[in-house]
T-cell receptor, first 117, second 111 residues
């Protein structure tokens, strides 16, 4: 969807390196999410944000850091990448102006495929 | 905790065949239920949703009915096309409103 841009689309890195995945929305939706997609696990929530400067942990937050200094950007950082973090990462946004229960109709970015060697 | 279980894939069908992808859930309360679809190389898109028991969600010829008594939300389509080949995810909104996804079911439709 043209409203969400993820970068890079593909990244290969080495164990121990820091990696940042970017997510940018052209709208001003309040809720933004980071998921990882792995075979046999479906999508699992890493972190989410209800608004600028408000973030919260999801199901699998360990090893990841997020920030949201501006409404339109929600970067995900792997401070010291591990092989278990090899995955496809999806950013998603929820509808503005509603609480989380109303933000569950999500629009997803195209994904960032990360390989950690 | 809340969870979603989908039938194992891949599912391979011939064009115009009938499709069923099973989805069952475990949840406290009364969650909303969703089907998302992921086409190759893309992110997920909402396919349909149902917010209460006996609701039927429908879109693009796909249907799913929220069955509280069997805790199920099976996806059906009467006649699949090659363009329906994708990965389908069942999901529910948990008590906090966050989405919980199943593991996904790959559908391959052959001409």
């Amino acid at each position: 969807d043209a409203g969400i841009t993820q970068s890079p689309r593909y990244k290969i890195t080495e164990t121990g390196r820091q990696v940042t995945l970017m997510c940018h929305q052209t709208w001003s939706h309040s809720y933004m999410f980071w998921y990882r997609q792995d075979l046999g696990h479906g999508l699992r929530l890493i972190y989410y944000s209800a608004a600028a400067d408000i973030t919260d942990k999801g199901e699998v937050p360990d090893g990841y850091v997020v920030s949201r200094s501006k409404t339109e950007n929600f970067p995900l950082t792997l401070e010291s990448a591990t092989r278990s973090q090899t995955s496809v990462y999806f950013c998603a946004i929820g509808v503005s102006g509603q609480d989380l229960s109303g933000a569950n109709v999500l629009t997803f970015g195209a994904g960032s495929r990360l390989t950690v060697l | 905790g809340d969870s979603v279980t989908q039938m194992e894939g891949p599912v391979t069908l011939s064009e115009e065949a009938f499709l069923t992808i099973n989805c069952t859930y475990t949840a406290t309360g009364y969650p909303s239920l969703f089907w998302y679809v992921q086409y190759p190389g893309e992110g997920l898109q909402l396919l349909l949703k149902a917010t209460k028991a006996d609701d039927k969600g429908s879109n693009k010829g796909f249907e799913a009915t929220y069955r509280k008594e069997t805790t199920s939300f099976h996806l059906e389509k009467g006649s699949v096309q090659v363009s329906d080949s994708a990965v389908y995810f069942c999901a529910l909104s948990d008590s906090t409103g966050k989405l919980i996804f199943g593991q996904g079911t790959t559908l391959q439709v052959k001409p």
